[in-house]
Nanobody, 111 residues
Framework: QVQLVESGGGLVQPGGSLRLSCVGSGFVFRYYGMNWYRQAPGKEREHVASITRTYLTNYSDSVKGRFTISRDNGMNTVTLQMNNLKPEDTGVYYC?????WGQGTQVTVSS
């Protein structure tokens, strides 16, 4: 049974940084690409970043240059480093593997 557990959300001022982590279990982590999505209040869930099993990365235009996705196969962890955060980055951030989702972690960017 696939499980994805996110952590690291919180409240941060504009321009600040946060680091989100997602630990996966129930599957062979190194075999799969992993994704981060987010959902802002009243909006649809949107793709943020992806990393393939061969470490290729892809970002939405809105976060390119500010966010970095990485993975540690030894720890079954995918990480999203978020820098220069903006109020529009506020939302619930979800870790994703195919049709499996974590519970989400809240990120709030506000002064």
């Amino acid at each position: 049974q696939v499980q994805l557990v996110e952590s690291g959300g919180g409240l941060v001022q504009p321009g600040g940084s946060l680091r989100l982590s997602c630990v996966g279990s129930g599957f062979v982590f190194r075999y799969y690409g992993m994704n981060w999505y987010r959902q802002a209040p009243g909006k649809e869930r949107e793709h943020v970043a992806s990393i393939t099993r061969t470490y290729l990365t892809n970002y939405s235009d809105s976060v390119k240059g500010r966010f970095t996705i990485s993975r540690d196969n030894g720890m079954n962890t995918v990480t999203l480093q978020m820098n220069n955060l903006k109020p529009e980055d506020t939302g619930v951030y979800y870790c994703n593997l195919q049709d499996n989702w974590g519970q989400g972690t809240q990120v709030t960017v506000s002064s």
